[in-house]
Each structure stands twice: as structure tokens, then as C-alpha cells.
T-cell receptor
Framework: DAGITQSPRHKVTETGTPVTLRCHQT?????MYWYRQDPGHGLRLIHY???????DKGEVSDGYSVSRSKTEDFLLTLESATSSQTSVYFC??????????????FGDGTRLSIL | GDSVTQMEGPVTLSEEAFLTINCTYT??????LFWYVQYPGEGLQLLLK?????DKGSNKGFEATYRKETTSFHLEKGSVQVSDSAVYFC?????????FGTGTSLTVIP
């Protein structure tokens, strides 16, 4: 299994509070991704990174920011959490970008509930 | 743009039945195609992949063939087990993004 650790695994917080989710990898892969998974929507890309300090937006980036100061860590921040951001969040890594032929490998997810 | 469409679920089968989950894609270039499986409470796990037309990916008794002429990548297994109960996702890598289908839930009953 790919070495991907997401933390925390579960979190409950209140509307308006900041939240940071962490993804840590031990594979030294260049590309890292944050997705959210919601019933009826499948997986939706929030942000991705193609190198240290190099990030770009996905299809549902509003309300989220990311940072990547080291190859192994990719942080997702909800600046002011809203109930619509209640979801399961997955981190993924890949050795090639999305136009390559290498798969993405996923962490076990963070279940985030915003009350 | 690129996209993936997979059959709606849920699918319920008896143990040892034959499984087909349909997946079709739209792509402007020459994408790579993947099947992932997700067990409850876990992330997606790569099941198999194919990187060019006519390639057959296989793993754990599952197979899928990259058909360029029909733009399809259907997942098949000859004899399902209870332990195959999970959600299956078809995915495409190409263009400027990785695209996932919405998932097909499979339940196998003894």
C-alpha cells in the first residue's frame, strides 16, 4: 500500500471555525490531490499540487485553500467552515500528473462534520 | 471535455454469479483507464488499469479491456464472492484532470 496518512481521521467542528486537514506521504511523489466525496457526486477535485509551493484549483475550490511547503505534506484549510463542507475528504498522490498513465493512490479519508 | 459514465447501482448478485459493470468514456486524447474499489470506511484502492487501446487489465479475478472503438472499459468477474461487496469506480487520466465515475455499489449475497 502507498504510504499516505491523513489526519485527523474524524473531526466535528462548528460553523465559522477554521479547519486544517493534513496529508502526509512517504512515497516522494510529486503530485498530490485533495478530493471531497459526497453521495450522488462521486469524487470532486478541490485542489492539487504539482510540486513544492506549486498548487492549482480544482472544480470545487471555493472556500478552501492549500499549502505545500514540503514534498511529503499537503495541507487543506477551510478558512471558515460551513455546513456545506461536511463531507469525507480524500488525499491522493501520483508519480505522474493527470495526463500521465500512472494511477492515483488514496489515503483512508477524513470524515468532517460541521455543525 | 473528458468524462466517465458508469452504470447506476446498486447491483445485487448471488455468490458465484457473473459480474459486469459498464463504463464508457469521452476523451479528446489517448487516456489511461482505471478501475478502483472502495470498501466501507476506506479510501479508493486501485484494482486494475489499462494505458492503451486493446490492453486488458486484470487483478484478483477482475478484468477490463480498453476498447477504443466503443470507448468502453467494462469491469467483469466470472464468479463474485461476498468479499467483493464494495463500491467500484471507473476513472480516466487525460487532458488536464483525473476523472472519476460516480461509483457503482455491489452487494454479493451468500
Amino acid at each position: 500500500d502507498a504510504g499516505i496518512t491523513q489526519s485527523p481521521r474524524h473531526k466535528v467542528t462548528e460553523t465559522g471555525t477554521p479547519v486544517t486537514l493534513r496529508c502526509h506521504q512517504t512515497e516522494n511523489h510529486r503530485y498530490m490531490y485533495w478530493y471531497r466525496q459526497d453521495p450522488g457526486h462521486g469524487l470532486r477535485l478541490i485542489h492539487y499540487s504539482y510540486g513544492v509551493k506549486d498548487t492549482d484549483k480544482g472544480e470545487v475550490s471555493d472556500g478552501y485553500s492549500v499549502s505545500r511547503s514540503k514534498t511529503e505534506d499537503f495541507l487543506l484549510t477551510l478558512e471558515s467552515a460551513t455546513s456545506s463542507q461536511t463531507s469525507v475528504y480524500f488525499c491522493a498522490i501520483s508519480s505522474s500528473g493527470h495526463d500521465g498513465n500512472q494511477p492515483q493512490h488514496f489515503g483512508d479519508g477524513t470524515r468532517l462534520s460541521i455543525l | 471535455g473528458d468524462s466517465v459514465t458508469q452504470m447506476e447501482g446498486p447491483v445485487t448478485l448471488s455468490e458465484e454469479a457473473f459480474l459486469t459493470i459498464n463504463c464508457t468514456y469521452t476523451a479528446t486524447g489517448y487516456p489511461s483507464l482505471f478501475w478502483y474499489v472502495q470498501y466501507p470506511g476506506e479510501g479508493l484502492q486501485l484494482l486494475l488499469k489499462a494505458t492503451k487501446a486493446d490492453d486488458k487489465g486484470s487483478n484478483k479475478g477482475f478484468e477490463a479491456t480498453y476498447r477504443k472503438e466503443t470507448t468502453s472499459f467494462h469491469l467483469e468477474k466470472g464468479s463474485v464472492q461476498v468479499s467483493d461487496s464494495a463500491v467500484y469506480f471507473c476513472a480516466l487520466s487525460g487532458g488536464n484532470q483525473f476523472y472519476f465515475g460516480t461509483g457503482t455499489s455491489l452487494t454479493v449475497i451468500p
